[in-house]
Each structure stands twice: as C-alpha cells, then as structure tokens.
C-alpha cells in the first residue's frame, strides 16, 4: 500500500468534482488500516475516510491531512452473520444476495456507494433503509483502538446514525442479517430497483443522490417542495437543480465545488423564504 500525494479527487467521487488531496491511501486490509493511522498519528496529519465517494462533495483546491479510501476493503465472510467488509459496494453486495437467494435488500438494487457509507448513513429508498440488516458493526477509532457496536448501540433513525457523531471512527466491516428466500424473487425485486432508478435518469449526470434530507415528520418530501417553488432547471455555474428530479444537484459537465455549494445555498435561501421550511442537507460536504 502506497501513501500518494496530491490526488485528484474527482474521480474518487459520484459527483465527479472536487480537488486534491494532499495525501491519500486505499487500504486493503485491516492490518493497514491500523498501519496508516498510526502514521497519521505520528505525522499529525487530518485524516478523512471516503468510501464510495455517493453522498460527498470535496471542495475546490487542495484538502489538507490524509484521504483514506475503504474501497479496497472488500470481503464477504459467512458466519451466523453475513460479515462483509466496509468497502464492497452495494451493487456487488446485492447481486451476491442475488445468486445466493438471499433477502433483505432488493430495495438498494442500483444503489451507488458502499456498504460502509450506507451504514454510516443509514441509507433508506422504497420505504425501506440499512437499519433493517444491520446487526454488528466492526469498528476502529484513529487512535487505533478497535470495538463492536451492536444494532442499538448504533442509535438508528431515519437517515442517522452514531457515527455520525463520530468523524474519528472508521468502518471496518459490517454484520448483516439476510433471510433465504427463492433466488427468482430476490432477482425480479432487485432488479425491479435498479430499473426504477434507470428509468428515472438517476445515472444521466453526475449526481451525490439526494441532496437533502425528507422531512417525514410533516410529510414534506424535499424534492416535492423545492419543485414546487420552481427551482427545476435552476442552476449556477455547472451545477443545476435536476429537471427530472428535484432533489437532485447534477454536474452538467463543468461544475466547480463552488457551484454546488452556491447552488445548495440558495436553494436553502428561496425555500426558506417562499416556504418556511428549513432544508435539511444528505450531501456532506468536506473542506
């Protein structure tokens, strides 16, 4: 494993925009991981954990400290739990569950991201999220102490979780609880899911997903209410308020960081004032 110095983070990204990092790794076992942090450590370097790269945003320029990717901790362990290391995407993730006839999440069919981030965040589409498989996490903070979290310790609710709380801890691998179920149904609803998120243009433009948060509590759905005010087609620079979904920010091609934190902005600004209601951001954004 090699520690890189200014890597280009655009490609790292579903957004395809972002700077450099200043230093950057990709682990691929465990072992390194407990490697680079302990270099971290000794060199006080910030360190920021990326996994799939489906819910970020890196600002222009360069980003100080060390950039460490999950995407090389990729690993499927069969035990009374389906262990799966927190870099695997959700796409080889649920075409595994797939060939195996194993259900519980033909809901992320087509879902972009990592096992890892979907965890971190709780990821939830078609009334359902990870919450539901989740069982045990495998944990390890940046002082290199490592711990299991157990479904309640990790304090699920809708699109949180416990570690957001705690940008010093890094996902290892996660427990899954999955049920056996006929392999043509898991097959025919996942892939239900995978079209459904096709034919909804939703791999068109570069994109981070949803933009902001639903606020199911007063049934105030983002999309709905920024499409409402009109904002569809809205853009600034190269970034644009998607026309066949409002809650969507896409890179047309040319986007800046800039753009989209501008655009963020101002979507936040003309809801509020037209609306009343205060946005709630999904995308993270990393300076």
């Known amino acids: 494993m090699e520690i890189l110095q200014r890597v280009p983070l655009s490609d790292k990204t579903t957004f395809q925009i972002g700077g450099e990092a200043e230093f950057f790794c990709e682990p691929s076992t465990i072992n390194e991981v407990r490697y680079v942090l302990s270099l971290a450590r000794q060199n006080t370097w910030r360190v920021i954990v990326l996994g799939g790269g489906s819910n970020i945003l ?10 460490i990717s999950t995407r090389a901790l990729s690993w499927l362990r069969e035990e009374e739990l389906l262990w799966v290391g927190a870099g695997m995407t959700m796409d080889h993730l649920t075409t595994w569950a797939i060939e195996n006839g194993k259900s519980g999440l033909e809901w992320s069919g087509g879902l972009p991201g990592t096992v890892g981030g979907a965890t971190y965040m709780n990821a939830r589409a078609y009334q359902h999220e990870m919450s539901e498989v989740v069982e045990k996490v495998r944990v390890i903070d940046f002082s290199g102490k490592e711990f299991f979290l157990s479904h309640k ?3 699920y609710s809708y ?8 940008e010093d801890w890094i996902i290892l691998e996660v427990g ?4 056996d179920a006929p392999i043509d149904d898991v097959r025919t609803k996942t892939e239900a899911c995978r079209r459904d998120r096709e034919q909804k243009g939703q791999y068109a433009y570069p994109s981070a ?11 105030l759905p983002a999309g709905k209410v920024i499409d409402e005010i009109g904002l569809k087609g809205f853009s600034i620079g190269g970034a644009k308020v998607y026309e066949k979904h409002a809650n969507f920010i896409i890179n047309t091609g040319s986007a800046r960081a800039d753009d989209v934190i501008r655009l963020l902005e101002e979507i936040e600004r003309l809801v509020y004032e037209k609306t009343g209601v205060h946005l709630e951001r999904e995308v993270r954004i990393i300076r």
């Open 153 to 155: 310790e990790i304090q």
């Open 209 to 219: 997903g949803c933009a902001f948060k639903n606020d199911y509590s007063h049934n």
């Open 58 to 67: 890196f600002a222009d320029g360069l980003i100080q400290g060390l950039v």
């Open 176 to 179: 899954l609880k999955l049920h």
């Open 159 to 166: 699109k949180k979780s416990i570690f957001m709380e705690h």
